[in-house]
């Protein structure tokens, strides 16, 4: 069996988006469960699209996610180095022997010469023209020219590419592990270029040289690059590498949630979602953009749920740790259909890991919101307040957003449960209730409990029909969590003072 090496090449073009990581995270996870290794590597080979900042975005958003490197330009590995643009001599040799061997070109053409091969060939009706086994002949290249004529320009340093030679007739396969046999007939590949005027690879010649020196073993990459897969079948073949070609799996692309149409940046913001796993400041428009750590998306939520966006273990379970993705995971049950990125299930993914933390834990997220508040908070009561909290809180900040009642009288209370539910009777339980609580020489949930029946009991009012009231003047609302808990936590005094300005503030309206 061959030795599972898989790469994550992104380019450092901008911010990492999601579909990024989830094409990491797969790489990963295929690594992990077959001893394997995972290699970062930097594809920078557009040096004008090169965005400062973005290589140490990806290595954060990685690190932040568990997704660990093994080899990289940040960790070295005995390919080093992993940043193209330092292979930049090490491609030269292969775009030679493709020249040599006739499956490469030189091409001379200028900008306006391609331009106006183009409007030529739209004229003549061509919706995409293109330089392939047809046009190649009407342009300037080494396979139009004479040698001497090649030579010559090449002795002058006129600026040049190389393009592979396409073969004209020929059905070009590959199996992918995804989607199995795709073909695709040659006349559709153009003679793309793999060396540029500036001396540096493009991607799909700097793809194919690295994969290959790097033994890479599975390419797993989103759809995108799909129609490229054919052209570096080609490229396998024609540097003689067919054997070490690796095998190929081409992610289903991520869609709105809506299930219409490929995922965008426009249409996470108009959404209100984020894209990106980190905190991203545009270096060159200084746009600032949220992430899913800064939106309180814990790590372990986010891969559970970008596992599941295209992968799924055939089962109804849906709750998996990293180590469990990478028992379970294979690239045989990834399918081949585009997958709607369902926030919503985010969402769900986030409370049911916040849910599942330990209470001191989710008291330190409360400690940290209260002490950016300036409010002081014992670590118990801390511990108190999340217990009750956290199944109503989607994301760390909600104990804290949904929890304010805890820390602060209500001013005002909702007037829809006020007008239903404040009458005479609660009323009258309330100012019986606060008299006897005043009494009591301790207090938790179990004796506010009590000491409320005893009053009802007393005054032959159900329990039952005042417990909003006196929620509502407690919390100013007509729901949240248990009740008796509440008064536990904010205590006997407050309570009685939250219950005196009810009456005040209820009785007055009322009347
Ligand atoms: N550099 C390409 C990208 O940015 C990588 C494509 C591949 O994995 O082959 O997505």
Redesign the pocket.
């Known amino acids: 069996m061959r030795e599972v090496r898989v ?5 450092p ?1 901008g911010a990492l988006h999601i579909g ?1 990581v989830r ?1 990491a995270l797969y790489n990963f996870l295929l690594a992990r469960q077959s001893n394997g290794t995972m290699i970062l590597r930097i ?1 920078d080979t557009d040096q004008a699209r090169y965005v400062p900042g973005a290589e140490e975005y990806i290595i954060q958003s990685l690190a932040w996610l568990g997704i660990k490197i093994d080899e990289g330009f940040s960790v070295g590995g005995p390919h080093a180095p992993y940043r193209q643009s330092e292979r930049k001599s090490m491609y030269m040799q292969y775009a030679q022997q493709l020249l040599d061997n006739g499956h490469a070109y030189y091409a001379f053409d200028t900008e306006q010469e391609l331009e106006s091969m183009r409007d030529r060939l739209k004229t003549a009706g061509v919706v995409s023209p293109q330089y392939n086994s047809i046009t190649r002949m009407q342009m300037r290249n080494s396979l139009t020219l004479l040698e001497d004529e090649v030579k010559a320009l090449l002795a002058a340093n006129t600026p040049y590419v190389i393009r592979l030679k396409v073969p004209r007739k020929e059905e070009v396969r590959l199996n992918d592990m995804i989607r199995g046999w795709v073909m695709v007939h040659s006349a559709q590949i153009d003679d793309k270029v793999l060396m540029k005027s500036d001396g540096m690879p493009t ?1 799909h010649l700097a ?1 194919v040289v690295d994969d290959y020196l790097m033994k890479i073993s599975h ?1 797993i ?2 759809e995108e ?1 799909l129609p490229s897969a054919p052209l570096h079948v080609l490229l396998y073949r024609f540097l003689g590498w067919e054997k070490e070609m690796p095998q190929f799996a081409h992610l289903p692309l991520l869609l709105k949630p809506t299930g219409d149409g490929k995922l965008s940046k426009r249409d996470a913001d108009q959404m209100g979602f984020p894209i990106f796993p980190l905190d991203w400041t545009d270096p060159n428009t200084n746009e600032k953009v949220i992430g899913f750590r800064e939106a309180g998306y814990l790590p372990e939520a986010l891969i559970n749920f970008l596992a599941f966006l295209g992968w799924n273990p055939g089962t109804t379970e849906e709750i998996f740790s990293m180590d469990e993705l990478i028992k379970r995971f294979s690239v045989e049950r990834i399918g081949k259909a585009g997958t709607k990125f369902d926030i919503l299930k985010a969402q769900w993914f986030n409370q049911q890991y916040l849910r599942a933390k330990p209470n001191e834990q989710l008291a330190e997220y409360l400690l940290d919101s209260l002490s950016n508040e300036n409010i002081a908070c014992s670590k118990e009561k801390a511990i108190k307040v999340v217990s009750i909290m956290k199944e109503r809180a989607t994301f760390p900040k909600d104990l804290w957003e949904h929890g304010k009642f805890l820390f602060y009288a209500p001013k005002s209370f909702d007037e829809t449960v006020a007008s239903k539910k404040w009458n005479d009777d609660a009323a009258k339980v309330l100012e019986a209730y606060k008299t006897e609580l005043k009494q009591l020489s301790s207090f938790d949930a179990a004796t506010a409990m009590g000491t409320l029946e005893k009053v009802t009991a007393g005054l032959g009012i159900a329990t039952g029909k005042i417990l909003q009231a006196l929620r509502l003047s407690i919390t100013g609302a007509g729901t949240g969590p248990d009740l008796m808990m509440v008064m536990e936590i904010i205590g006997r005094d407050e309570v009685v003072k939250r219950i005196d300005y009810a009456l005040q503030t209820l009785n007055a309206k009322v009347s």
Do not use: Q
């Open positions: 790469r994550f090449a992104p380019s073009t990024g094409t594809e991607y793809n390419v990459r989103g690059w």
